[in-house]
């Protein structure tokens, strides 16, 4: 297959240009190498892969139509992962944040709707379009947030509230994937992501926070809990994700037009507190932590529920929240000089 990843140097991206290598599809790659660690990234896959595997398109989605355009003539299948992805930033830029991932994502349609053949497209969305969720009732239990009402998570038929600048834009975005594809009859797929954790992700303060504490504990970093730490997720290995989209992208007879949660349900959740704890215990020493006041649209509890996707598609986590942790852990362990080179520590 001939794949596009749009924002194929950054975590999410590198990890499906990679596992998509390995199976022999032939891969290209959109970004402009804005975010800290890509360049690394594309030096890994260089490293990885033959020189003639993938090709790479340093361009902007906002701006630069016309090498999209080429980056994309003649995929079968298009990911768009770029994205401005912290709330903290879309709350003090956000018209940056607009014209990234709205814009951005408008862009990226309308010249998958021009091509011929027209491409299938997987957009990479986030919980946060279901905004705080202020009217779901939450109760606590052994030390954390849960549900009261809803053992199996959060489903796709949750009303909408974006919230933040964030959840608007990416909220407002997927909504144009979805028309896309019921207007024009383009073959789309949403993904609605909760909390994707695993090797080369670069996480920092504002996002990706199971891999911000796992580099903070080890380098002796102080950490801000913003909020109680009682507050729950459910995490989703990379790994996993990847296997969704490329079965998404197998089935899409059935996924077309399709919204899926993709997270790690009701069996993968963790509370800062508990990641906090595990980090601990696995580091070996005490990690300094402190408390600060909520951030604005932060839910005190997020799980998907994941069961569309399973019925649907036939997927669902495989890699569990210890494994999942001891393989990021293992990671930042053994390439622990990137980091202080980043400045990220």
């Given at each position: 297959?001939?794949?596009?990843?749009?924002?194929?140097?950054?975590?999410?991206?590198?990890?499906?240009?990679?596992?998509?290598?390995?199976?022999?599809?032939?891969?290209?790659?959109?970004?402009?190498?804005?975010?800290?660690?890509?360049?690394?990234?594309?030096?890994?896959?260089?490293?990885?892969?033959?020189?003639d595997?993938?090709?790479i398109?340093?361009?902007?989605?906002?701006?630069?139509?016309?090498?999209?355009k080429?980056?994309?003539?003649?995929a079968?299948a298009?990911?768009?992962?770029?994205?401005?992805?912290?709330?903290?930033?879309?709350?003090?830029?956000?018209?940056?944040?607009?014209?990234?991932?709205t814009?951005?994502?408008?862009?990226?349609?309308?010249?998958?709707?021009?091509?011929?053949?027209?491409?299938?497209?997987?957009?990479?969305?986030?919980?946060?379009?279901?905004?705080?969720?202020?009217?779901?009732?939450?109760?606590?239990?052994?030390?954390?947030?849960?549900?009261?009402?809803?053992?199996?998570?959060?489903?796709?038929?949750?009303?909408?509230?974006?919230?933040?600048?964030?959840?608007?834009?990416?909220?407002?975005?997927?909504?144009?994937?979805?028309?896309?594809?019921?207007?024009y009859?383009?073959?789309?797929?949403?993904?609605?992501?909760?909390?994707?954790?695993?090797?080369?992700?670069?996480?920092?303060?504002?996002?990706?926070?199971?891999?911000?504490?796992?580099?903070?504990?080890?380098?002796?970093?102080?950490?801000?809990?913003?909020?109680?730490?009682?507050?729950?997720?459910?995490?989703?290995?990379?790994?996993?994700?990847?296997?969704?989209?490329?079965?998404?992208?197998?089935?899409?007879?059935?996924?077309?037009?399709?919204i899926?949660?993709i997270?790690?349900g009701?069996t993968?959740?963790?509370?800062?507190?508990?990641?906090?704890?595990?980090?601990?215990?696995y580091?070996?020493?005490?990690?300094?932590?402190?408390?600060?006041?909520?951030?604005?649209?932060?839910?005190?509890?997020?799980?998907?529920?994941?069961?569309?996707?399973?019925?649907?598609?036939?997927?669902q986590?495989?890699?569990?929240?210890?494994?999942?942790?001891?393989?990021?852990?293992?990671?930042?362990?053994?390439?622990r000089?990137?980091?202080?080179?980043?400045?990220?520590?």
């Amino acid at each position: 297959m001939n794949l596009l990843v749009v924002g194929g140097a950054g975590f999410i991206g590198t990890n499906t240009v990679a596992a998509f290598l390995r199976k022999g599809h032939r891969v290209r790659i959109f970004d402009n190498l804005s975010r800290t660690g890509t360049e690394l990234n594309v030096q890994w896959l260089k490293d990885e892969f033959a020189s003639d595997a993938f090709k790479i398109f340093r361009g902007d989605i906002r701006t630069d139509l016309e090498m999209l355009k080429d980056a994309m003539e003649g995929a079968e299948a298009v990911i768009h992962l770029a994205a401005q992805v912290a709330v903290t930033t879309s709350v003090a830029k956000p018209r940056e944040d607009f014209e990234i991932n709205t814009l951005g994502t408008f862009n990226v349609l309308e010249t998958a709707r021009l091509m011929d053949p027209k491409p299938i497209v997987v957009y990479a969305s986030t919980n946060k379009v279901y905004g705080g969720m202020e009217t779901v009732a939450v109760t606590e239990r052994n030390n954390r947030w849960e549900y009261r009402d809803l053992p199996g998570g959060v489903p796709e038929t949750q009303l909408l509230d974006f919230h933040s600048p964030y959840g608007c834009s990416k909220g407002a975005a997927e909504q144009y994937v979805r028309d896309y594809h019921r207007i024009y009859g383009l073959r789309t797929v949403v993904m609605r992501q909760s909390c994707i954790y695993g090797a080369r992700q670069f996480g920092i303060e504002d996002q990706g926070w199971v891999a911000w504490f796992t580099i903070a504990g080890l380098f002796n970093r102080p950490i801000t809990i913003y909020g109680d730490g009682k507050q729950i997720r459910d995490i989703l290995h990379v790994d996993d994700l990847v296997r969704a989209y490329e079965m998404a992208i197998e089935k899409i007879d059935v996924t077309a037009g399709k919204i899926y949660n993709i997270g790690g349900g009701p069996t993968n959740t963790l509370s800062l507190l508990e990641l906090m704890g595990w980090l601990q215990s696995y580091w070996g020493k005490v990690i300094p932590h402190t408390f600060g006041p909520t951030r604005p649209g932060d839910q005190p509890v997020y799980v998907s529920n994941i069961a569309k996707a399973a019925a649907e598609f036939g997927w669902q986590p495989t890699i569990a929240t210890t494994q999942g942790l001891e393989q990021l852990a293992g990671w930042v362990q053994k390439n622990r000089d990137l980091f202080p080179l980043l400045g990220l520590v």
